[in-house]
């Protein structure tokens, strides 16, 4: 039977997006497909499943990244869904925990790269507050305000997590 | 990755060593594990930015695909062969200065 739910994360609650969907195949019900705040799912044994996010290099149907879909595959982990560049991967449970990254480097490369997407529309709202309140036009620049705040704190809870992992790779590396 | 220091990252050493045979990516993350009794789990993620480092090194390579086969192997080059000669003595040196060093406080 499929069931469809919508909920609303936050790219700084990546982690949390995991978990609830983790909690969801514990409870019996395997993510199948995934659209704008939108999770569709189908019944599965209870904990058949382990899921994980990640922000790909590229977008998920460009080459490099079939590639490296391809090179998941053969470790037995599925891609069921994306959206735009962030794929969501399913692992059977009895194969064992799944994580994608066993070091503090591939961890720390793959915070960039949500910075990398973070950053410049933080920015971007931020300039276009300055400017849309030099032009005063009316309660406009205040939209951009709050949208670039939001992101400011998403930006600070991703370089507070970098950080701690960059402190760890000073004496382990993983 | 960081090779400035010449030590090898554990992911790369057990990624070498099991590259003496031809081994595709799944095999790495098989054998590494079964080499360290279960200790040493490669993440998938982590295992492709690492192949794809040492391939851009010349330390490993890969093999012709077979036909009906996806699936790429991967084998180690001779420069990869020196390097973990270079760091079998590095690990030598560490685990031979630990041993010296610690008996010396036990006596």
């Known amino acids: 039977m499929r069931t469809v739910l919508h909920k609303w994360f936050w790219v700084w609650d990546y982690d949390k997006e995991e978990k609830w969907l983790n909690q969801k195949a514990a409870e019996g019900l395997a993510l199948v497909a995934t659209g704008i ?36 595959e053969e470790a037995g982990i599925e891609r069921v869904g994306s959206y735009m560049r962030w794929v969501y991967l399913r692992k059977k449970a009895a194969d064992g925990p799944f994580d994608l ?62 950080n701690k992992y960059k402190k760890e790779r000073e004496i382990s590396e993983n | ?8 990252t554990e992911a790369v050493y057990y990624i070498l060593l099991s590259l003496l045979e031809a081994r595709h990516g799944y095999g790495i993350m098989q054998n590494a594990e079964e080499l360290s009794h279960g200790r040493v789990k490669l993440a998938a993620g982590t ?4 192949i794809n480092t040492l391939l851009e090194k010349g330390w490993i390579t890969a093999l012709p695909g077979a036909k009906n086969s996806r699936k790429k192997e991967y084998i180690i080059t001779d420069a990869g062969r020196q390097t973990l000669l270079r760091e079998l003595a590095r690990l030598e040196e560490l685990v031979n200065n630990g041993k010296a060093l610690l008996k010396e406080e036990s006596l």
């Open chain 1, 37 to 72: 705040c939108r999770y569709e799912f189908e019944d599965c044994e209870r904990g058949e499943y382990l899921y994980r996010l990640e922000l790909l290099e590229n977008h998920p149907d460009s080459p490099e990244s079939r590639k490296y879909l391809e090179f998941l």
């Open chain 1, 101 to 162: 990254f066993s070091d503090y480097e591939s961890r720390i490369q793959h915070l960039n790269r949500i910075l990398w997407l973070l950053v410049p529309i933080t920015l971007l709202n931020l300039g276009m507050f300055l400017i849309g309140l030099n032009q005063s036009l009316g309660w406009v620049p205040f939209l951009n305000l709050a949208v670039g705040l939001l992101c400011l704190y998403g930006v600070i809870r991703f370089l507070i997590r970098k």
């Open chain 2, 1 to 8: 990755m960081n090779f400035a220091n010449g030590a090898l």
């Open chain 2, 47 to 50: 295992l492709y930015g690492a």
